[in-house]
Every structure is written in C-alpha cells, then in structure tokens.
C-alpha cells in the first residue's frame, strides 16, 4: 500500500465513508411581500412555513416584509411566496446609513420603509472622475493642503 492507499483510507475513516454533500446554511432571506390584510398574511405565512427547512417565518406588514429563517435557499423561498398569487421580491432596501453620500436621487424611492432606501449599484457614471475628486477636496476643510480664502 503506497502513500496515496494510506492517505485515501484515513481520508475514509475521518469522513466515515460518506462523500461530503454541500450542506445548507442557516440563514434569513428577506422578501418584500404585497399584503393588505390578516388574510393574505395568513396565505403566505402557511405557505412559507410549509417550506422544508424553514424554521420561522416573521411578518411585517406596514413595511410589507416578510424574513424566513432556516435551511434554505433565497430562490426558492421567492419562489413559493410568488405561489401564492402575491407580488414578491427580494428585499430591495438597504438602511440609509450604508448608503454612500452625496445620496443619488434616482435611487430614491417613495416607497421604502423609514430609514431605508432602495439597493442601487453605483454606476461607473455616477462616481467622480480623479480629476473632479482633486478639484472636489482641494477646498475641502478634511484636507490640510487646501485653498483658504480668509
């Protein structure tokens, strides 16, 4: 038995035999959930429930949010809320805290919870060129070096 033979076998032993399977993750997906009342509430609650894996299912219907935590995977989730007849997405908002400034305006979206703000790539056009950077912080009161006119 060479080398190779040995470190196959104790591979076996340590993995007892099995091949490893990619297991499933632990984890909450975020959805936005049209809802206008308990009823509906209740059709996608039971239905995201039903799902295999899934270990809660909260509701908050003034923000129209649904979170599920559990063994499953985000598309799928989608998947069974858009089954039961309501619009559903992925959670598209992110706190505006996280959001860079100067804020865009296009990504402003009248329909977002307090506090928050719809997810927007930045966009190479969006974002300032060296040259505008360099005029932009040469009269900044962050940089040292700056143009003061007393």
């Known amino acids: ?10 591979s076996g032993l340590l993995s007892n035999g099995h091949k490893h399977k ?21 059709k996608v609650k039971n239905a995201l429930s039903s799902m295999s894996g899934v270990k809660s299912v909260e509701i908050n219907r003034k923000q129209q949010k649904v979170s599920v935590t559990g063994y499953v995977e985000a598309n799928k989730v989608l998947k069974k809320a858009k089954s039961t007849g309501k619009k559903a997405e992925i959670w598209p908002y992110i706190p505006y805290s996280l959001v860079a400034h100067p804020y865009t305006a ?13 997810n927007v790539e930045v966009t190479a056009t969006s974002t300032m060129s060296k040259q505008e950077e360099d005029q ?3 009269f900044s009161d962050d940089n040292p070096n700056a143009c003061s006119i007393m």
């Open 22 to 42: 990619k297991k499933k993750q632990l984890r909450t997906v975020e959805l936005k959930v049209r809802m206008d009342c308990d009823g509906c509430e209740l």
């Open 106 to 118: 296009q990504a402003y979206d009248k329909k977002a919870p307090p506090g928050f703000v719809r």
């Open 136 to 138: 932009y912080t040469m």
């Open 1 to 10: 038995m060479g080398i190779e033979g040995t470190m196959e076998y104790f």
